[in-house]
């Protein structure tokens, strides 16, 4: 039996709702996965475990830290798929994340419906990510809606040519300025055989050191940073780590981060998962603002 559903006019069904008029634009933000139930289980809103709300604001805040304050965030709770339902076969994780994706499509008709046209930003990570993939499929076949879409980020799930055809909507960033675009990528070093994050093939990537496809040297990674798990800067490092594409698997490769510090076992070695946001923080960070002004420059 699944949990009931989220009431989104209810202010316990978001993690963080921000409503100020004094900002430029909205972010939309979609967590990860959290929830560490059985599988086939689904996260209860109305009843998420005492120390997991926590962690999931603080995620919203450490990620949203790449838009420097900018935004009013709403970043919904939702019937989440547990790790273990991640990890059943196909069909079934399918039918789990059918009920999950209602609730962000939910979430973000209520934000629709209370925004008033401003600009936003999609974000989120892995499980969150793979929902927003999944909503613009649905919802972006609209000139006006995506015509208020400063950019995507969908960070830790996979995108594949597929896609890009088959929803012709949807388009990866080409460059350091395009706006109403996606940005996406997978970290990991170079000779993973396999990672969970890549289930269909054909992926694209977007280099966040220099927004094409040529291979970029640590000197242009501004600042990688990394945060404890009350969601607070703990370090802060530059020129951290280059990266590139690999031909093979659509992959961003991280050619200068110690193999064994970052993987966790969560993943297979050298899948940096984990850190797809923290390996390229302050580029993440000052590129928004260039693609900011452009937005509203061409207003």
Known sequence: MHTPPPDYNKEN?????????????????????????????????????????????????KNCGIFD???NIYAPFYRQASFASLR????????????????????????LAV??????????????????????????????????????????AELTKSDLKTCPWLKLAAGADDFGIIITYNTQSSGVKHSPIYERGNSVCVNP??????????????????????????????NFTGAYIEARSGALIAPDADVEKYSSPLFPRGVYHLFDYEFFYRNLQSNFKERLKAFLNAK
């Open 13 to 61: 069904c978001w993690a963080i709702r921000h409503r100020e008029s004094s900002r430029d634009f909205d972010i939309f933000y979609v967590y990860p996965t959290f929830y560490g139930g059985p599988a086939a289980a689904l996260m209860d809103v109305y009843a998420i475990p005492p120390a997991l709300a926590p962690n999931i604001k603080n995620n919203v805040l």
């Open 69 to 71: 304050g900018g935004g």
């Open 88 to 111: 059943l076969p196909e069909a079934q994780k399918q039918e789990i994340l059918k009920i999950s994706l209602a609730d962000i499509i939910a979430a973000f008709d209520h934000y």
């Open 115 to 156: 925004s008033g046209g401003r600009p936003f930003v999609l974000a989120g990570h892995s499980q969150g990510s793979r929902l927003l993939r999944e909503l613009m499929k649905a919802k972006f076949n609209n000139a006006a809606l995506s015509a208020r879409l400063i950019a995507a980020y969908l960070l830790g």
């Open 209 to 238: 050191l220099n927004w094409g496809a040529c291979a970029a040297d640590r000197s242009l990674n501004q600042g990688a940073l990394f945060f404890g798990g009350d969601g607070v800067p703990t370090a802060e490092v530059k």
